[in-house]
């Protein structure tokens, strides 16, 4: 089900029929994200993290748990091995939970909005043919820039216009 709903939500999915498969599925494709059970035949989710953790091709993939046991002592030993979050299945629906397993690998963006007579501002929007006033021609919200971090150390984005009010990309 989970792989459907996520292939659908637009990740590209790589199943896996147990721990084992898993680890094997892991190392072969390096994945963005690991979604996993705890309770699988031949190797449990646990025992899957931590052999996760042993190897460097694998260590740094960040691990999500959907378990239908909500055991605290479970929940615990997921957040000891560095478990990126912990589902018990029937609190979330599955598109929540596609939706918080983006939020963990997405880049963080910034919506910035302009002044127009600040430094480049009006060439700007000279350049693109963008209406100086920079209100959205759909809905006349306010264009602003959204800018991804894309590396934090850096402190490089990537950056696009879009309207902070909806959503639209073109001003
Ligand atoms: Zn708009």
Known sequence: ??????????????????GVDGLDGATKNTPDVIFTGIVMPTMDGFTMMEALKKN?????IPVVI????????????????????FFIRGFYTPYEIVEKVRAIFELPEYKI?????????????????INMDFKCPKCEGDMVLAMKLVDA???????????????????
């Open 1 to 18: 089900m989970y792989a459907e709903i996520f292939h659908k939500e637009g990740f590209v999915v790589f199943e896996a029929e147990n």
């Open 56 to 60: 460097v091709m694998t260590s740094n």
């Open 66 to 85: 959907s378990s239908h046991l909500g055991r605290e002592e479970d929940q615990q030993r997921a957040r000891d091995l560095g478990a990126k979050a």
């Open 113 to 129: 909005k302009f002044a127009i007579n600040e430094l480049d501002v009006a060439k700007m929007a000279r350049d693109l043919r």
């Open 153 to 171: 150390k850096n402190q490089e984005f990537s950056a696009k216009l879009v309207c902070a009010g909806c959503g639209s990309g073109r001003g």
